[in-house]
């Protein structure tokens, strides 16, 4: 019997018995589009945190204070990092910029609203660095930094909460006590990882002598010309700090460097865990539905027992018969397969348009739920296959 009559002899018996059909697919319907809509859902919160890290600026480079450690034990941040350390890195061969910055906390007071608010001293580079837009008013100069200008950058959230319903643009804003006129707010990025929308910015050299007398760097952000040089820069920038700092070669550094690939990765990996972890429970219910279509398979053989011993009477060959059923098996399988793919991505295109995540179905998610249901097929309906065609013929004619 040719594959296409068979397929369509397989078809016939299925749409009799429509109902059971239905049923029988149920199982493959609902694990496909679990397993669809959790790598949807994986695959989304990949995507947006890779968006936030890269948000925080292009081939990015962050170096901070590493932590002392005595007699083995670590005890805290050290304060390493200085402006010469920024000013020798400009120097390396690969970066495009560097943007240090110190950060600190204050009470914010405008009339009568009070916010306590991360105030960070930074230089006019670090919006570049960072990727920041100034979404009104203008940023500061480098005369504002030179002169230590009173001159504040507010960030989104916080020029809601203390100026609703009003322009910050030309206001005192009071910075522990210390008046700070507002001359720009910074476009929304949104709440995430190094966010500037809860933030305030003002000059590094007011930073250190108005605010909070802090002479070390928090960070130095450096901006890479290209990511390809990233580790080379790396390697460079670790030789020249330590250098600087006097570390012998059984010394530990006392700092630490992160790189934009290097938090790509690390993000990456954990949220293919979880997408992996989760999409393995899903897989539990196609395997359930595998087990009904073996039931509903053998139940099938039974009832069709003589139809079975005619077609042997007849000329078929126990090939055949096998052929045919287990066509029958991976037909109801992929059928399953197909309205799960569907309704998954249905669910994951809802979820994220009436909810508060962003999915995305990858083309490899479709490809395998289909793989997966004609394997099924195929691993579950291989038994009652076999035992259809291993049937005797003259037993087959005399079942009633």
């Known amino acids: 019997m040719l594959i296409k009559e068979t397929a369509k002899s397989a078809w016939r018996s299925l749409a009799s018995n429509r109902l059971r059909t239905l049923l029988t697919m149920l199982g493959m319907i609902i694990g496909t589009a679990a397993v669809v809509a959790v790598l949807g859902i994986g695959e989304g919160a990949r995507s947006s945190v ?75 580079a670090y919006l570049e660095v960072r990727s920041i837009a100034t979404g009104s008013g203008v940023p500061f100069s480098d005369l504002d930094v030179q002169q230590r200008a009173r001159v504040a950058l507010i960030g989104a959230n916080v020029a809601r909460q203390l100026y609703p319903g009003v322009s910050p643009l030309g206001t005192r804003l009071q910075i522990n006590g210390n008046a700070f006129r507002v001359v720009g707010v910074l476009a929304e990025k949104g709440s995430g990882m190094g966010s500037p929308d809860d933030g305030v910015f003002v000059p590094m050299s007011t930073h250190e002598s108005v605010l909070f007398g802090q002479d070390h760097l928090s960070t130095i952000s450096l901006q890479l010309a290209s990511e390809d040089r990233s580790a080379q820069v790396i ?12 570390l012998g070669a059984d010394q530990p550094s006392d700092f630490e460097v992160r790189s934009q690939a290097e938090m790509l990765e690390t993000m990456g990996q954990i949220t293919g865990t979880f997408t992996t972890l989760l999409g393995s429970v ?50 109801v399988s992929l059928a399953g397969g197909v309205a799960g793919v569907g309704l998954g ?7 994220s348009q009436f909810g508060q995540w962003a999915t995305i179905v990858p083309p490899y998610a479709i490809g395998l739920a289909l793989g997966v249901s004609v394997l099924i ?20 004619l005399r079942f009633e």
């Not at 139809?307 to 059923?325: N, S, T």
Request: glycine share 12%.
């Open 50 to 124: 890779e968006g936030r890290i890269r948000s925080l600026g292009a081939n990015l480079l962050m170096v901070r204070p590493g932590s002392a450690s005595a007699g083995g034990v670590r005890s805290g941040t050290v304060r390493t990092l200085t402006e010469g350390d920024a000013e020798a890195l400009r120097g390396l061969d690969g970066v495009a910029a560097v943007a240090p910055e110190r950060s600190g906390s204050a009470q914010l007071r405008y009339m009568a609203s009070n916010l306590n608010a991360s105030v960070t001293g930074i230089t006019p």
């Open 235 to 246: 390697a460079q920038l670790e030789q020249l700090l330590r250098l600087r700092h006097r």
């Open 282 to 331: 899903a897989a539990v219910s196609l395997i359930v539905g595998g087990i009904g279509i073996m039931n509903i398979m053998l139940v099938s053989v039974r009832e069709r027992t003589r139809e079975i011993g005619v077609r042997m009477a007849v000329g078929a060959r126990r090939r055949d018969i096998l052929r045919q059923f287990l066509v029958e098996a991976v037909v």
């Open 345 to 351: 991505y249905g669910a994951a295109v809802l979820l």
């Open 377 to 396: 097929g195929v691993t579950f309906g291989v038994g009652p296959a076999r035992r259809a065609a291993r049937l005797d013929p003259v037993e087959a």
